[in-house]
């Protein structure tokens, strides 16, 4: 469990997971997206966000903000984190997605309903922050200026002319308001991502910081600006401002269990999928910003994989299975497979179980153009990776051909799958690691390594682990349909229904 610090009062945490990650592909997929990757740092990029924030908050004032696909997928994932076992966590979907000006507005009208003097901090789910004490300090001094009425945003201090990113241009500091070293500002605009020539000279300036796409405010006060951003009209982005607003109240006040019915989809539906800073930020008069002093990266790209190694004497990085002879600024990423490399120069390689990527660097940006390609054509490695993991551990897919497929399962101790059924399939476990409880039908047994046990077609089966050690254990699935979604669930630890 994670140490609780002193925490913000009336401080909740609304953390924006709804994203697929499309320009991480092959790493990233719908249904386990660039926040559930644990290459940086070991853990998840959202297990970090959730661990950072989590020690300002009070109990029940953590909410991951996702859709339908992602609810359970992100609730299994994090739920399957030693660290946050028992935390109490709220996954709330919104209705379809419709960028973050729809977003946030939902979840401020939520927050709303349930306390009128709620504050919100917004944080992306998939980013890399530094902790420590100038973070604590950074969002401390951020909710106290939304308590006075502001929009605040977190302008990182850019340390090079980077041209990814978009920038906050900083004003004067707003009296009374500073902790530390940390002082509020007003802002005098935000800047698109520049060319390089501009990121030099906003890095020379010095009053320029990076956007770091977080927002602290009170949740009423979000609500009220896209009411005033939609009267002025100032912009084509701000003009629906007062639209969002209702129906964020609309579907707020009817609870967030009718938010995946066909009328609320259609109203969130119908609402301009723009971004925040557009919508509001960008037009009100009330924003100000904390500059921050923290190492920080967006991970926008699979040109954050550089960041993973030092280049070596040619400027490759070479992360995982990789031979490499005579290439030049070369990214290669294998997370299992040995890759080798030949005289390339300035490409990108990731390799993983079941697909490979090899672009041009300066291409990074559009790798979301071949997964639109690859959705055309109804490849279902858009979807998912050959791995997943459960609240009560995980399992794999090795290999799956017509009327059979393969999995290694491990459960971890003390934990069991939901009591379940399938109606298509029938199952085949074979145990290497471990002591396994099969229930078939009510009756339990006891499997050992190098012993199995058969669940036929419509048995109502569990597996569980009551030991203090990893199960492992070997499935062969024979049947005409294979998919997850082949289960009658009749119990479950979680409480949940589908797979």
């Known amino acids: 469990m994670?140490?609780?610090?002193?925490?913000?009062?009336?401080?909740?945490?609304?953390?924006?997971?709804?994203?697929?990650?499309?320009?991480?592909?092959?790493?990233?997929?719908?249904?386990?997206?660039?926040?559930?990757?644990?290459i940086f740092g070991g853990v998840s990029l959202i297990t970090q966000a959730?661990?950072?924030?989590?020690?300002?908050?009070?109990?029940?004032?953590?909410?991951?903000?996702?859709?339908?696909?992602?609810?359970?997928?992100?609730?299994?994932?994090?739920?399957?984190?030693?660290?946050?076992?028992?935390?109490?966590?709220?996954f709330l979907a919104e209705p379809t997605p419709r960028n973050t000006a729809p977003?946030?507005?939902?979840?401020?009208?939520?927050?709303v309903a349930q306390d009128p003097d709620a504050l919100m901090i917004v944080l992306p789910s998939d980013h890399l922050l530094q902790d420590g004490d100038v973070w604590r300090d950074t969002i401390a001094l951020a909710s106290d200026l939304a308590r006075d009425g502001r929009l605040v945003t977190v302008g990182l201090s850019p340390d090079r002319p980077e041209t990814g990113y978009g920038y906050i241009h900083a004003g004067d500091a707003i009296d009374g308001f500073e902790r530390g070293a940390s002082r509020g500002h007003s802002v005098v605009e935000f800047?698109?991502?520049?060319?390089?020539?501009?990121?030099?000279?906003?890095?020379?300036?010095?009053?320029?910081?990076?956007?770091?796409?977080?927002?602290?405010?009170r949740a009423s006060v979000i609500l009220d600006e896209l009411v005033a951003a939609g009267a002025a009209a100032a912009t084509p982005d701000s003009e629906n401002g007062a639209q969002i607003a209702r129906?964020?109240?609309?579907?707020?006040?009817?609870?967030?269990?009718s938010w995946n019915t066909d009328a609320a989809r259609n109203a969130f539906a119908s609402l301009p999928a723009v971004p925040?800073?557009?919508?509001?930020?960008?037009?009100?008069?009330?924003?100000?910003?904390?500059?921050?002093?923290?190492?920080?990266?967006d991970v926008g790209s699979l040109l954050a994989l550089a960041d993973l190694d030092a280049p070596d004497e040619r400027g490759n990085v070479l992360?995982?299975?990789?031979?490499?002879?005579?290439?030049?600024?070369?990214?290669?990423?294998?997370?299992?497979?040995?890759?080798?490399?030949?005289?390339?120069?300035?490409?990108?390689?990731?390799?993983?179980?079941?697909?490979?990527?090899?672009?041009?660097?300066?291409?990074?940006?559009?790798?979301?153009?071949?997964?639109?390609?690859?959705?055309?054509?109804?490849?279902?490695?858009?979807?998912?990776?050959r791995e997943s993991l459960r609240p009560w551990g995980s399992w794999t897919l090795h290999m799956k051909a017509p009327g059979f497929q393969i999995k290694s399962i491990v459960v971890r101790p003390g934990h069991r799958l939901s009591l379940q059924s399938h109606t298509q399939r029938s199952e085949h476990w074979v145990v290497v690691e471990g002591t396994a409880i099969v229930e078939r039908d009510g009756v339990a047994m006891t499997v050992a390594a190098n012993?199995?046990?058969?669940?036929?077609?419509?048995?109502?089966?569990r597996l569980s682990n009551t030991s203090d050690e990893s199960l492992r254990v070997i499935e062969v699935a024979v049947g005409d349909y294979l998919g997850e979604d082949d289960i009658v669930r009749y119990e479950d630890d979680w409480g949940r229904e589908g797979n």
Not at 285 to 294: G, N, S, T
């Open 50 to 90: 959730v661990r950072r924030i989590r020690p300002l908050l009070k109990d029940s004032c953590l909410h991951v903000l996702t859709n339908e696909a992602l609810r359970d997928e992100l609730r299994n994932h994090l739920t399957a984190q030693e660290e946050l076992v028992g935390l109490d966590m709220e």
């Open 247 to 257: 129906v964020a109240r609309e579907l707020a006040a009817a609870g967030p269990a």
């Open 2 to 38: 994670i140490d609780q610090e002193e925490p913000i009062q009336d401080l909740h945490a609304i953390i924006l997971a709804g994203g697929s990650g499309a320009r991480f592909w092959p790493l990233s997929r719908e249904l386990s997206p660039k926040q559930m990757l644990s």
């Open 451 to 461: 012993e199995s046990a058969y669940i036929p077609i419509g048995c109502r089966h």
């Open 319 to 385: 992360v995982g299975n990789i031979t490499d002879i005579d290439s030049h600024d070369v990214i290669a990423y294998s997370a299992d497979r040995l890759v080798a490399t030949l005289g390339l120069k300035d490409l990108i390689v990731v390799d993983t179980a079941d697909a490979t990527l090899i672009a041009d660097r300066s291409r990074a940006q559009d790798v979301r153009g071949i997964v639109d390609a690859l959705k055309a054509s109804g490849n279902p490695e858009v979807v998912s990776s």
């Open 276 to 297: 925040f800073d557009k919508a509001v930020l960008e037009v009100s008069a009330r924003v100000a910003v904390v500059p921050a002093q923290l190492e920080w990266s």
């Open 103 to 111: 977003a946030i507005a939902l979840a401020a009208a939520y927050l």
């Open 191 to 217: 800047v698109e991502k520049p060319d390089y020539a501009t990121a030099e000279r906003f890095l020379a300036q010095g009053c320029y910081l990076w956007n770091s796409g977080m927002l602290v405010a």
